[in-house]
């Protein structure tokens, strides 16, 4: 167990809809990221946040959001789902800002599937 | 229908035998480089890390290997059991602006071991 959390474990909803996936960083970890695994992309990263504040973007589409709260925890929002936005979605945290040698520990991830 | 997805190398190995699995980076500006497992259905695992100014790390079982000239990085298990059956990623990091705390992936390796 990484100590980091993922809510839902499972999501299922139709194309068009809205969704939101949460995560909870290892206890004293500032940093997280989202990271979304699909069959023909592999593991891509997303997005970072580190203490609240947007710490580096990857290959996040503009339907895509994602946000920390004071408390650490963050969330992902994906909108107008697309069939082809089905994959697992992970979120990993790591101690500070994500500097070289930092490592990020992942959680259990949130399978989604759109219909 | 037919599914097309990620075909990942394989590596099929008897129990007790030593594994070795290897991963073809891309930047040479990378400076940080991980091992991650990934068993079904669960989120990647730290296994190993190693920085760039080192070539070799040992951990429990495991050794990373590090060759910066040709942009490779192996890992080595020993004495492989049941247990260690998963699919195998390498991350690097190059901590550069914009790009700070992001980690590339490459494709994985399915490791399966046989009694």
């Known amino acids: 167990d990484s100590g980091v959390t993922q809510t839902p474990k499972h999501l299922i909803t139709a194309t068009g809809q809205r969704v939101t996936l949460r995560c909870s960083p290892r206890?004293?970890?500032?940093?997280v990221y989202w990271y979304q695994q699909s069959l023909d992309q592999g593991l891509q990263f997303l997005i970072q946040?580190?203490?609240?504040?947007?710490?580096a973007k990857g290959n996040i589409l503009e339907r895509f959001s994602a946000q920390q709260f004071p408390d650490l925890h963050s969330e992902l929002n994906l909108s107008s789902l697309e069939l082809g936005d089905s994959a697992l979605y992970f979120c990993?945290?790591?101690?500070?800002?994500?500097?070289?040698?930092?490592?990020?520990?992942f959680g259990p991830g949130t399978r989604l599937l759109v219909l | 229908g037919e599914s097309v997805g990620l075909h990942l190398p394989t590596l099929s190995v008897q129990e007790g035998d030593n594994s070795i699995i290897n991963c073809a980076y891309s930047?040479?500006?990378?400076?940080?480089f991980i091992w991650y497992k990934q068993e079904s259905g669960k989120g990647p695992q730290f296994i190993i890390d190693?920085?760039?100014?080192?070539d070799k790390r040992q951990g429990q079982r495991v050794t990373v290997l590090l060759n910066k000239t040709v942009k490779h990085l192996s890992l080595q298990i020993a004495a492989t059991q049941p247990g260690d059956s998963a699919v195998y990623f390498c991350?690097?990091?190059?901590?550069?602006?914009?790009?700070?705390?992001?980690?590339?992936f490459g494709r994985g390796t399915q490791l399966t071991v046989w009694p």
């Open positions: 990993a945290s790591s101690v500070g800002g994500g500097g070289s040698g930092e490592t990020q520990y």
């Open positions: 206890s004293g970890d500032l940093s």
């Open positions: 946040y580190y203490n609240g504040e947007e710490r």
């Open positions: 930047n040479s500006a990378s400076d940080y």
């Open positions: 190693i920085r760039s100014n080192m």
């Open positions: 991350a690097e990091n190059f901590s550069r602006g914009s790009t700070l705390g992001r980690l590339y």
